[in-house]
């Protein structure tokens, strides 16, 4: 399975960014975004399920907004953006047969 994720990119803050990634299959469980900071371990940011049930890491809410296109295409609206939003965000699938992680792509956010 391929993750194919795009839209990050360079913004100013309290700007935004629009998120996607589209699997090569059908068979999804569910799919979500998670960052890695320099330093920091990769951490969960939201995912949303197969029947549209979503999850949001308390340091986004209210500012991102997880959806899904389909079932193999999910986005991340990125609003109010923060410098410490900085990282590199990836794309996540839950399959029947385990999990697939896509290349991962960069948000910076500064002035």
Do not use: H
Request: proline share 3%; glycine share 12%.
């Amino acid at each position: 399975v391929q993750l194919q994720a795009s839209g990050g990119g360079l913004v100013q803050p309290g700007g935004s960014l629009r998120l996607s990634c589209t699997a090569s299959t059908f068979s999804i469980d569910s799919m979500g975004w998670y960052r890695q900071a320099p330093g920091k371990q990769r951490e969960l940011v939201a995912t949303i399920t197969r029947g549209g049930n979503t999850n949001y890491a308390d340091f986004v809410k209210g500012r991102f907004t997880i959806s899904r296109d389909n079932v193999n295409t999910v986005n991340l609206q990125m609003n109010s953006l923060k410098p410490e939003d900085t990282a590199v965000y990836y794309c996540n699938a839950v399959l029947s047969l385990g999990t697939a992680w896509g290349q991962g792509t960069q948000v910076t956010v500064s002035s």
